[in-house]
């Protein structure tokens, strides 16, 4: 049996407000065929979050796993950048 490489992705944390889940979007850029404007595309990811350690605005990389629930196909893997805006605030 083959092992297929898994996907991995980078993206922008956009909620963390679920219990060891955060919501990550994913942007690329495409290109309209006829009138070759670039445009965003944006996906929305949930994705594992077991410590609850990443917060909005954090860059991460996410990994495709085996389902773990209906919507979470994928688990943040690392850190890439820290979003500095929203450290030492308290609400």
Known sequence: MENKAKKSRRGL???DKMDKTVVVRIDRVATH???KKKFT???NYKAHDEKNEY???DLVEIVE????S?????KVSC???ANK???GKVE
């Open 70 to 74: 209906r919507d979470k196909k994928f």
């Open 41 to 43: 595309l944006s996906q």
């Open 65 to 68: 796993t085996a389902p773990i």
């Open 79 to 81: 850190l890439v950048k």
């Open 55 to 57: 917060k909005v605005g």
């Open 13 to 15: 944390v956009i909620s």
């Open 85 to 87: 805006t929203l450290e």
């Open 33 to 35: 065929r006829l009138y």
